[in-house]
């Protein structure tokens, strides 16, 4: 679409040279990763085109702006004898073996040869100089009836993104050429903003109905989530006005610290006193132990004491008899002694001596 | 008081006559006279004993015999014997066996004290074929554990018949340790078992018999395994019994339950010391091998630490132990029962061990073997067997005796057995030291914990007492061993007023009831036997006197 470039135009043009390798490359997850041969994207894709065949089945379908063909050849697994044609020649010539013959380097402006039962044109028109697009547009209505349409109303700091329009504006221009969304298709699957197009006489009536139907269910829908909002926004305020609150929760856990510090100081207190009342117990125990050993031995002390004491007052008895009896044995002695002089003095000497032995023998 | 009607139950097999004159006179002598003797007679193969036992028999009614048919061992002949007893109490004796004069008339005496008395049990010596006596077995008090790790009530023992007979009297298939298993049978059923510690029966050193030799029997030490097996089984002990050091003496590897929280207690200050040429953090062996000789998984480890401990310390601790960790900062003057209460109150579970923080696990199964008995109700406290970096005996129980605490068996040989297996069998002992022990959580809340008047000292001493005191059993575990690096940590000097403080709530020990001090004796400590003979004058020998104050007091 070099020729682009030289054509009279209102706004900004992007040609091929602004989709080579290096745009692929940061735009859509690197050189290698976009292409056939990446999981996620043959996934992608695949699950794309079935989708889309499910909604509306096709047998022919034109891939407008198809890259490196992906949704191409993922139509054509699905059954679909499909095609595609994309301005920059980097990636039609870096498609799949499989798919190469099915794509075509060229402008979306140019006409488009024969009829479809579907023609997609996703994430493309917002590329192209305004104008360019809206020729885009009218080529497309013209080969076929059934349109899946993507441009993304966001993506502003894309430096390629030069056409970028809300979706009403798309589908005004769509209406123009007498095709009308169907507000019976959700493509969420594509993009958020994704649409099927039919071709159709619908009277202002018949619009007015699809768009309510849809319109319904959505004002309800926001109504339902501003009240959600306004409770959420107003539980917020509500926590940020007690706004001490996580201040009390912080000051309540150091309170359960605190306390449970003084459990476990009044634990230790408590089994400090445990250990004093056993120990206390314990020393009258055995104190008690020592009470009983004492009197025990209190009570055989005393009992010998009164043996000791009756034995004294029979000694004591004893020593009085044998007194007595002293006595009287030195008063016989004193007889006696008085008796040996006597006789000592009467009779012969060796008699009186004889005698005196005799008596003084037992009376010592 | 009525004196009981004892039945004395005899086996005869074959017996030397000249030997069984003996024994009959022993029975004869007897000085209580309410007793009848029955005597069965296993088909012995000759008429001699017979017809010497018809023969008193005919003169004293007292004397029965009764003629097996056949010949049917041991079990078959003392049941027989059982079954014809008409005495309220059994007494078993060996046909080659002596009693002394008085020994109905002790255990009389003992039978009248209580009412409930099923089983008594007396001390035992040797005779050697000329008669003269040796070995005498000065045995514990009643101690269920010591039981399961050895026959150790054996002789003299006394049963009340009617308990004999409900539980169904001696077992087939048990011979060799028949005795063994009726013993354990009728003390778990027994509602008081009572020791008798006097010396009321010589067993004959017979070359064959049991008491000379029992590597002669090998089948009754086989018995035995199972009969103690079948007591863990009865009584629901998770554990499994294996052979121990010596035959007849088994050793009992118990099982704990997955779900009981076990809390291991270490106080530190995070010192270092050299260990088998190595410096080492002690902490740090501590609790690495503490978690490595363990399955149990469901175990947290408490470090209380000082002030001073380094955080590099605690950052090791942390890569060790990881969750199980927790750590309580202690910032007061050294109390190392404080230490140890707060570490308890922290902890979250339901046994707690207190490790000091100087030692290294030896043994597989440690923790198992430590915490599982107290899971029978009435053991409050368990210890284990601590050795020196030399692999002599640190601690195998304390001992409370002759006005000071000990630590008995100090100073043998790792491998040493213990004169009657003290050192090979779990057994009960008055104490245990606090370097290593296992109590439950209500227990320790129950006696106050450590007593914190007992800052360095006597501290598990106080403990041991208090445990007893309630009523529990201590109960020292022979295959939970450890090193223990003693003194490395801390200065042993003992003050005055702190014994005063134990004798004050104790008592002055006297006599331990568990490990009688002729049994622990010699407690000799080589270093300091050395130590005197460098330091005193070459003519004046070490005495008894100063031997003896070599033994270091239980708490160092």
Redesign the interface.
Known sequence: MSESSSSPTAGLTTSSEDYGGAYYASHLGGADAYSWESESWREFFTRMARRILAISPASSVLDVGCAKGLLVQAFVEAGADAHGVDISQHAVESSHPDVRDRLRVGSATEPIEGRYDLITCIEVLEHMESSQALDAMDEMCRATDRIVFSSSPLDLAEPTHINVHETAQWMAWFADRGFYRRTDADLGFITPWAVMLERSTLTAREVVSRYEAVVGPLIGETLAKREALLAAHREISRLEEDGGATAALTEQVELVKKFEAEVLEARHAQLLQRDHIVGIEAEIGRQNDDILRLHGALRKVTARAERLAERKKAQGKRISGLQSRLTTARDRNARLERRVAELEGAGSRSLAARVARRLRGPAR | MTSPLFSIVTPVYDPPLRIFEETFASVLEQEHQDWEWVLVDDHSPTDDVRAFIRAHAATDPRVRLIERADNGHIVKASNDGVAAAQGEFLVFLDHDDLLVPTALKAMARHIALHDDTDYLYSDEDKADEDGTLHSPFRKPRWSPERLRGQMYTSHLSVMRTSLVREVGSFREGYDGSQDHDLALRVSERARRVVHVPQVLYHWRAIAGSAAADIDAKPYATIAGQRAVQDQLDRLGIAGRVEQGREPGRYVIQRDLDPDVRVSVIIPTLGGSALVFGERRVLVEETVRSLLAKTDHDNVEVVVVHDEPTPSSVLEVLRDIAGDKLVLEPYDKPFNFSEKC??GA??ATGDRLVFLNDDVEVISDRWLENLVGPLDEPDVGLTGAKLYFSDGSIQHAGHGYWGKHYHHPFRFRTRDDAGPFGELAVNREVTGVTAACAAIRRDVF?????????LPSNFNDV?FC??VT??GYRTVWVANCELFHFESQTRDSAVQPWERHLVV????IPDKDLYTPAAIASPMVDPHRLLDQQINQPARSRPTRGTASRANRTAKD
């Open positions: 209460n707060v109150l922290r809340i129950g006696i106050g914990g450590f007593s914190e008047a106080d007492y208090k005191h309630h004050r709530r104790w008592g």
